[in-house]
């Protein structure tokens, strides 16, 4: 499985900005995709994450209500859309795959299997 990021940037806050990932090597509609971030000096931060169908999604406290995960399953692609930017969203902006996650599951880091290169995400004040 192979995961390649895109659309990080440099956003002034308020501004909105949407990533994408595509998933190649496999089945696409398999995997739980799901987004993760590491500002500097910090740890990886959840995101998001979405179902298989993309019925289901969840995100992180600090992203709810302005960041929004799509997936679409002819393209291989997992969206984000991140709107009403701040300061500390700035991170590398990381995308994630796993075939075995249940809903309960995919919080944490470990639990997923595969991973993308990172799109840097910058937004100024």
């Known amino acids: 499985v192979q995961l390649q990021a895109s659309g990080g940037g440099l956003v002034q806050a308020g501004d909105s900005l949407r990533l994408s990932c595509v998933l190649s090597?496999?089945?696409?509609?398999?995997?739980?995709m799901g987004w993760f971030r590491q500002a500097p000096g910090k740890e990886r931060e959840f995101v998001g994450k979405?179902?298989?169908?993309?019925?289901?999604?969840a995100y992180g406290g600090s992203v709810k209500g302005r960041f929004t995960i799509s997936r679409d399953n002819a393209k291989n692609t997992v969206y984000l859309q991140m709107n009403s930017l701040k300061p500390e969203d700035t991170g590398v902006y990381y995308c994630?795959?796993?075939?075995?996650?249940?809903?309960?599951?995919?919080?944490?880091?470990?639990?997923?299997?595969?991973w993308g290169q990172g799109t840097q995400v910058t937004v100024s004040s």
């Open positions: 090597g496999r089945t696409f509609r398999s995997y739980v």
């Open positions: 994630a795959a796993d075939s075995r996650l249940i809903s309960s599951s995919g919080w944490r880091e470990y639990e997923w299997d595969y």
């Open positions: 979405i179902s298989r169908d993309g019925g289901g999604t």
